[in-house]
C-alpha cells in the first residue's frame, strides 16, 4: 500500500481507504463488517471514513466497536456532519448547536476522543457561513478533530469559505469522482490543489458498476448491492444502459493491460495527484484485498487514451449536475 498527504495536514493516508456507506450501517452482516475491517489493516489501508447519518448513528456504532480494539496511532478516522439524524425536522444541517452536538455524539459511537478528520457533508444554505466555519474550528480547538474537510460543496461555497478562513481551514474535500463521474475536474480540483485541500473521493467504483459485474441488459447479480431494495438507494447515480455498456468496453482494455477491472478503476482515480485516496465500499473481505491492490499501479497514457475512447460521452463532466448542484450561500 503507498499513502499520500492529506492537504496540508501531517496525515499520510492509504491511497485506498474503506468507507462505511450502506454497508457498515447494516446493509452486510456485522461478521462480514468486522471481516472487511480487519481486511483492510492487513492490506495496509489507514484511513476509515464514516458519518454521523450513515444508518442515523450505525456504521459509527459498529466500527467503534471494531475500531477501538485497534491502538488509535494505527488508523486516521474521517466523519461527517449535515445529514438529517431523527425524525425532528430541525435534526440536521450545520448550526453551531447541531454541530457541537453531533461531534460528541459520533465520538461516543466511535469510542475515541478525537477524530482525525471532521468533514461538513454537504454545505448549508440555511446557516450563516461564518457561524458555520466558527462551530467547525471549535471542534478543533477542543481537540475534537484535527481536521477539517467537506464534501461536494461547490466552488463559490469553497471560495467563500476561504475567502472567510484562509486556505488553512480544510484539508480535504470528499466529492464523487470515477471513471463515470468526472465533474469534479472541471473546477474543484484546481481550486482545491491551490489551496492546500486533498480530494478522497466517494465511489470510485461507481458503486460496484465499474467491476463489470452489471450487464446490459442482463438481471443484477444476486447478493450485489443493487440486488438489495435498502443498498440500491443511489442507483440512478451510475446505472443506466449507457454506462453499462461503457463498462464493458473497458473489459478488454483491462484484460490487455493484466489487471481487473476495480484495479483499473481505482488506478485511473489515483492518477490524479489531486486525489489523495480512493474511498471504496466493500461487502466482503476479498473485495478489500482485491481493490487495495490498486495501490501504486501506473497507467500509461495510451491506455488512458483507450479508457476515454471507451467511455464516449458517458461520463458526467458537467459540474452543475449532480450532488454538488446546490447553491446558495448565507451571510451574516
Ligand atoms: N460524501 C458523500 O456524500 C458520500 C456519498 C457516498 C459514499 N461516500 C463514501 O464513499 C465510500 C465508498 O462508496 P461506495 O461504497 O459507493 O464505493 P464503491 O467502492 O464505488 O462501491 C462499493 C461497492 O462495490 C462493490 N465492490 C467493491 N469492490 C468490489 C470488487 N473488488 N469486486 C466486485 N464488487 C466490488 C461492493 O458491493 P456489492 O458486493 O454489494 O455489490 C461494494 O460495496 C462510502 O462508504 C462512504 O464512506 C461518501
Redesign the pocket.
Known amino acids: 500500500m503507498r499513502y499520500r498527504t492529506l492537504g496540508s495536514s501531517d496525515l499520510e493516508v492509504s491511497e485506498i481507504s ?7 450501517a447494516g ?2 452482516e456485522a461478521d462480514q463488517t468486522r471481516a472487511c475491517t480487519e481486511a483492510a489493516f492487513e492490506a495496509g489501508i489507514n484511513f476509515f ?3 454521523n447519518v ?1 444508518g442515523r448513528g450505525a456504521a459509527e456504532t459498529a466500527w467503534g466497536e471494531i475500531l477501538s480494539a485497534h491502538p488509535r496511532d494505527s488508523y486516521i478516522l474521517a466523519t ?1 456532519v449535515w445529514g438529517r439524524m431523527s425524525e425532528d425536522p430541525a435534526d440536521q444541517g450545520l448550526s453551531p448547536a447541531q454541530i457541537a452536538k453531533q461531534i460528541d455524539a459520533s465520538l461516543t459511537r466511535l469510542k475515541t476522543d478525537h477524530v482525525d478528520l471532521y ?1 461538513a ?2 454545505f448549508d444554505p440555511a446557516v450563516p457561513i461564518e457561524d458555520t466555519i466558527e462551530a467547525l474550528q471549535k471542534v478543533v480547538e477542543q481537540g475534537k478533530a484535527r481536521y477539517l474537510g467537506f ?2 460543496w461547490t466552488p463559490e461555497q469553497i471560495r467563500a469559505a476561504i475567502d472567510i478562513a484562509g486556505p488553512d481551514l480544510f484539508v480535504s474535500s ?1 466529492p ?1 469522482y ?1 471513471m463515470l463521474w468526472q465533474a469534479p475536474e472541471a473546477e474543484v480540483f484546481g481550486l482545491s490543489a491551490a489551496n492546500g485541500i486533498s480530494q478522497i473521493v ?7 458498476v ?2 463489470g ?1 452489471y450487464k446490459p441488459g442482463q438481471p443484477v447479480p444476486e ?4 440486488a ?1 431494495a435498502d ?1 440500491a438507494v ?1 442507483k440512478d447515480l451510475v446505472y443506466s444502459d449507457a454506462t453499462l455498456a461503457a463498462v464493458q468496453r473497458l473489459v478488454p482494455i483491462a484484460e490487455q493491460a493484466g489487471m ?1 477491472m ?1 484495479a483499473l478503476a481505482l488506478a485511473w482515480v489515483l492518477r490524479r495527484t489531486e486525489v489523495a485516496s ?7 473481505p ?2 478489500v484485498h ?2 487495495a491492490a490498486a495501490s501504486g499501479i501506473e497507467l500509461p497514457d495510451d491506455l488512458l487514451t483507450a479508457v476515454d475512447e471507451a467511455l464516449g460521452d458517458v461520463p458526467v463532466t458537467e459540474p452543475t449536475l449532480g ?1 454538488n448542484a446546490k447553491t446558495g450561500i448565507t451571510h451574516r
Open positions: 474503506l468507507g462505511s456507506w450502506l454497508t457498515y446493509g452486510i471514513d464514516t458519518a450513515y461527517k468533514q457533508h454537504r464534501s461536494e470528499q464523487q470515477s466517494w465511489s470510485p467504483l461507481a458503486q460496484g465499474l467491476t459485474k447478493g450485489s448491492r443493487f438489495s443498498m443511489s481487473s476495480p480512493a474511498i471504496t465500499g466493500a461487502s466482503r476479498e473485495q482485491s481493490n450532488p
